[in-house]
């Protein structure tokens, strides 16, 4: 499949810039996608060449302006999604009661 | 005044997230422990390992048995992973292990264009600049300059090889042992072993140099 992931000679992203010191992780919700990436998937539910195609299958805009774990985040939904296990509106549904129990903690 | 700005992520070390991406991370996690996909406990072991008992000094004790036992490295570069499978370091993201030796004459280095396949027993996980587009797309057409802004610079006489990983073929780069360092114990070389120098984005550290 080619599409904006498959990188390899393009021009023009600039110099590399690694960080020093870099911590595995650079925030706590990096880790639970992570963690949540692949204590589901290898379980055997799906395989990494099907992680993979999730994440090439991400809008290119989207794919080439999100961060890694982001990816990630977005080729899990994905596959949980089409393989049956959530839908759209129990996720959106999820998260604004998760935003209103913040927005609610919060005012306390 | 308020200004509503979502940046955007175009720098892959930007790791501000949007509010977007911390609410849907925590709605999946809630709905898969809720329908007992996941159990958090098993998240949480799973990120233990990989944030503190997996990572480059596990490829570094490799690396170093190869310098000082001629036989374990023939081992290693004819079949990787049963080499590396003695070590204990399988599984997960390396499964199929090629191991490509530095040489005067030769010099390797891992790239996955695609994405990010990385050796994870061996290594852990990648970090930020392995994984960013700069390096995927350049590592292929201009490893020397890749090379240099790591600081490598090397004689034009010196090959280059850039190996792709793949999903199913992890590939750690077995550095030269440096000058000087024939007296050190195999602990002692171990530490003059960098991630880096794993990758290829880097060479073993000289002897004294070692934090």
Known sequence: MNGAHDMGGMHGFGPINPEPDEPVFHAEWEKRVFALTVATGFGGEWNIDMVRFARESTDPAIYLRSTYYEKWLLGLQRLLIERGHLSEDEIARRMARIAAEQAAGGQR | ?211
């Open chain 2, 1 to 211: 005044m308020a200004h509503d700005h979502h940046h955007h992520h175009d720098d892959d070390h930007d790791h501000s997230a949007l509010p977007d991406t911390l609410l849907r991370t925590k709605a999946l996690e809630s709905l898969l422990t809720e329908k007992g996909l996941v159990d958090p406990r098993a998240l949480d072991e799973l990120i233990d390992t990989y944030e503190h008992r997996v990572g480059p000094r596990n490829g570094a004790r490799v690396v170093a048995r190869a310098w000082v036992d001629p036989q374990f490295k023939a081992k290693l570069l004819a079949d990787g992973t049963e080499a590396i499978k003695q070590f204990g370091f399988d599984g997960r993201q390396g499964k199929d292990m090629v191991v490509v030796e530095n040489t005067p004459r030769v010099h390797n280095m891992v790239v996955c264009t695609l994405c990010s396949c990385y050796p994870w027993p061996v290594l852990g996980l990648p970090p930020v600049w392995y994984k960013s587009s700069p390096y995927r797309a350049r590592a292929v057409i201009d490893p020397r300059g890749v090379l240099a802004e790591f600081g490598v610079t090397l004689p034009g006489t010196v090959e280059v090889k850039v190996w792709d990983s793949t999903a199913e073929v992890r590939y750690l780069v077995l550095p030269m042992r440096p000058a000087g360092s024939e007296k050190l114990s195999e602990e002692q070389l171990a530490e003059l072993v960098t991630r880096d120098s794993m990758i290829g984005t880097g060479v073993a550290l000289a002897p004294g140099a070692a934090a």
